[in-house]
T-cell receptor, first 107, second 114 residues
Framework: KNEVEQSPQNLTAQEGEFITINCSYS?????LHWLQQHPGGGIVSLFM???GKKKHGRLIATINIQEKHSSLHITASHPRDSAVYIC?????????FGQGTRLTINP | EAGVAQSPRYKIIEKRQSVAFWCNPI?????LYWYQQILGQGPKLLIQ????????DSQLPKDRFSAERLKGVDSTLKIQPAKLEDSAVYLC????????????FGQGTRLTVV
């Protein structure tokens, strides 16, 4: 079993829909990252959080340390949100990545 | 501040050839990571540097992969000789020292081995 599991692996939705991507992990962590990767391969950090909830524009990230679970929400989704979303957790020093969720938003 | 710079962006080589990737981290970022991301999978750590010392290279295939960060700034990752299964995106990331400092990623180098 992977240390970091994401679901779903693929998600297709219509423009305007509310999107939720989930991440569960099995190790102790000091922080959790949500990352966005576009087809060119570059990765952009969306959030780093260790407790509670963070919001940036239409993006919201939450984490429940006791349940070892985090969610990334996108409100009023748009085709430009189409990308791979990756959850990564930091243990002692290194980042461990989930396999990613491929999100496609159709107009 | 300038981001993490990687070059080249794309590289196509034949199997058994050698290839090298370069990474210039953000200034002041002591920690530098190299990741391999095979299509459809999440990134996998190859090696982590703290300044010019190796912190973790447990998943680096040392028979063919090598990496160095001689002056604790730029880093190079080399594959010699390349195999078909090395086709992947190679990502470099860096962060400042500290428990909860954020990691910043480069654009990656997409390697295709034919």
């Amino acid at each position: 079993k992977n240390e970091v599991e994401q679901s779903p692996q693929n998600l297709t939705a219509q423009e305007g829909e509310f999107i939720t991507i989930n991440c569960s992990y099995s190790v102790g962590i000091s922080a959790l990252h949500w990352l966005q990767q576009h087809p060119g391969g570059g990765i952009v950090s969306l959030f780093m959080l260790s407790s509670g909830k963070k919001k940036h524009g239409r993006l919201i990230a939450t984490i429940n340390i006791q349940e070892k679970h985090s969610s990334l929400h996108i409100t009023a989704s748009h085709p430009r949100d189409s990308a791979v979303y990756i959850c990564a957790v930091r243990g002692a020093q290194k980042l461990v990545f989930g396999q990613g969720t491929r999100l496609t938003i159709n107009p | 501040e300038a981001g993490v710079a990687q070059s080249p962006r794309y590289k196509i080589i034949e199997k058994r050839q050698s290839v090298a990737f370069w990474c210039n981290p953000i200034s002041g970022h002591a920690t530098l990571y190299w990741y391999q991301q095979i299509l459809g999978q999440g990134p996998k750590l190859l090696i982590q540097f703290q300044n010019n010392g190796v912190v973790d290279d447990s998943q680096l295939p040392k028979d063919r992969f090598s990496a160095e960060r001689l002056k604790g700034v730029d880093s190079t990752l080399k594959i010699q000789p390349a195999k078909l299964e090395d086709s992947a995106v190679y990502l470099c990331a860096s962060r400042r020292p500290g428990t909860n400092t954020e990691a910043f990623f480069g654009q990656g180098t997409r390697l295709t081995v034919v």
